[in-house]
């Protein structure tokens, strides 16, 4: 199957999820359930990394940074712009890749080998609709929020390091973190998370939910999956800060 | 009742199904045997719509499934129960969640007269106090039961049930088996089943429809197949020498050749 109608099927398979649901309140409870998996249980991870990749940045930044004649502030404002513009959305959207996209695929994958997805469509229901839908809306309301509080935690996380290791006091760092603030990076941030999420969650879910055969292939479907995804965001990065800003 | 005209359904250039036509009819077991390959699987799977055939016609009571628009399938779907192989019971759902789930879909029963339901069916296939327990807790006879239970939930009009014994030992295939039997004849359900279980043939074999290469070979009774002269059925249901003798010595006592022990006894000399 060539890259053409494996983007064709995709497309579809988006389009054909896009129908009334059969029940509202159970497919309210599946979006419930879809943000509880990718959002709350992602929380511990995205919090680890975020912490640490703000601490990192703020150390590898101070020890760039050799000379006197540049203020110390300029450390907390190059911390809060690549965690904004680019760490906090694209890094842990990779990560969010790998630990959501892998179980997306992997769970629709082994509906699709042990027949539930066939039970349902048996059932009458619009098996896109309520299996991959949810998980998109899911998707997009939650991992906004993820890297809304990465970016949070990892500024926080940049504050902590250089007050550790005694780069610059808390109060220097947070005069930096007000420098030059421009809102549009927020905005910028944002609408690549929006992007991201719909890659995380489309791109797994059209992996899985295509699988043939066993076990073997849900593996391999989960693999490509995650790279392909990661692949895409890549892309997307690219593309959104070429059009954006 | 269902009937199927001049099915034809390929894969690549291989063809599964080819020119089939027969009649299941309304409060039977309708029986679709045949080897591994021999393209019954496909056929039931064309039946309720997981395949689309490349040529032929469907017919439901309700009209022609080939030519119904995918909302008018919908419909007809909450009509059609099914039974899979591996009895694909939802893995994060327990027992009771797994049957309830076509009523909180497609039903305003309040949630009292749901359990009453689920309870009833469970009751049905004979599966009591498993209600809280997960696919993963429980043997693959009860998660057949269970599946039959949610198919049955929604007092459906048509029974499908794909292998319904594989994996199962003799004696608890049988149970299944008349369990699928007496639903059938209580529901008034038109009830196709996928096999290649020799017991069940025999059991419950209303009418049977035998598959060879991907065309219907033969069409009977399990009160037929005895006398039957095909050769590939024969080559098929009796294909060990244990099977071939019982079946000599079936035919001996329906002739009334065998008529007590001692003739029995000689014959065997």
């Given at each position: 199957m060539n890259l053409f109608t494996h983007f064709g099927r995709y497309l579809l398979m988006i389009r054909q999820m896009i129908s009334k649901p059969e029940n509202w309140k159970l497919y309210w409870h599946e979006l419930m359930h879809q943000c509880n998996e990718i959002g709350v249980r992602s929380i511990g991870i995205v919090a680890i990394i975020a912490i640490f990749l703000g601490a990192v940045t703020t150390v590898q930044t101070a020890y760039q940074?050799?000379?006197?004649?540049?203020?110390?502030?300029i450390i907390a404002v190059i911390v809060r712009d690549n965690i904004i513009l680019e760490l906090a959305p694209t890094l842990i959207c990779v990560v969010l890749a790998g630990v959501v996209g892998s179980r997306i695929a992997s769970e629709l994958g082994n509906m699709r080998v042990s027949e539930q997805i066939d039970a349902l469509k048996i059932m009458g229901i619009n098996t896109k609709a309520f299996l991959i839908m949810p998980k998109i809306l899911a998707a997009l309301i939650v991992i906004p929020c993820l890297v809304v509080l990465a970016a949070t935690l990892g500024i926080w996380g940049g504050k902590i390091a250089g007050e550790l290791s005694g780069i610059l006091p808390p109060q220097t760092f947070n005069e930096g973190l007000l420098?030059?603030?421009?809102?549009y990076n927020v905005v910028f941030a944002m609408a690549k998370s929006y992007t991201y999420a719909f890659i995380i969650s489309s791109v797994p879910a059209y992996f899985g939910y295509y699988v043939e055969g066993g076990s073997l292939e849900i593996g391999r479907a989960s693999t490509k999956a995650v790279i392909v995804s990661c692949i895409l965001i890549l892309f997307a990065d690219y593309a959104l800060a070429a059009i954006l800003l | 009742m269902i009937e199927i005209k001049n099915l034809v359904k390929s894969f690549s250039d291989k063809?599964?199904?080819?020119d089939t036509s027969a009649v299941f009819e309304t409060g039977k077991c309708n029986l679709i045997i045949g080897a591994s390959g021999s393209g019954k699987t496909v056929l039931m799977k064309c039946i309720v719509g997981l395949f689309e055939p490349d040529s032929g016609e469907i017919m439901y009571d309700e009209g022609s499934f080939t030519n119904m628009a995918e909302d008018e399938r919908k419909l007809l779907r909450q009509k059609i129960g099914m039974l899979f192989q591996g009895s694909a019971?939802?893995?994060?759902?327990?027992v009771e969640e797994n049957v309830m789930f076509p009523l909180n879909m497609f039903t305003n029963m309040t949630t009292k007269e749901k359990h009453d339901r689920v309870n009833e069916v469970l009751a049905r296939v004979n599966l009591k106090d498993a209600n809280n327990k997960y696919p993963s807790e429980i043997s693959g006879g009860m998660k057949k039961r269970v599946g039959i239970a949610r198919a049955i939930v929604l007092t459906p009009k048509y029974l499908f049930c794909d292998e319904?014994?594989?994996?199962?030992d003799p004696k608890t295939s049988l149970v299944i088996d008349r369990l699928i039997h007496e639903i059938t004849t209580e529901y008034n359900m038109t009830t196709i089943v996928n096999t290649h279980d020799m017991n069940s043939v025999m059991e419950i074999g209303e009418k049977i429809l035998f598959m060879h290469q991907g065309k219907k070979e033969w069409e009977g009774s399990n009160k037929d197949i005895i006398f039957s002269k095909n050769e590939n059925l024969n080559n098929f249901i009796f294909a060990s020498e244990f099977l071939q003798d019982a079946k000599d010595m079936r035919m001996l006592e329906m002739k009334g050749k065998i008529d007590d022990n001692r003739n029995m006894d000689e014959l065997l000399k």
């Open positions: 940074l050799v000379t006197p004649l540049i203020p110390r502030t420098d030059d603030f421009i809102p | 063809t599964v199904i080819d019971l939802f893995d994060s759902m327990t319904p014994n594989s994996g199962l």
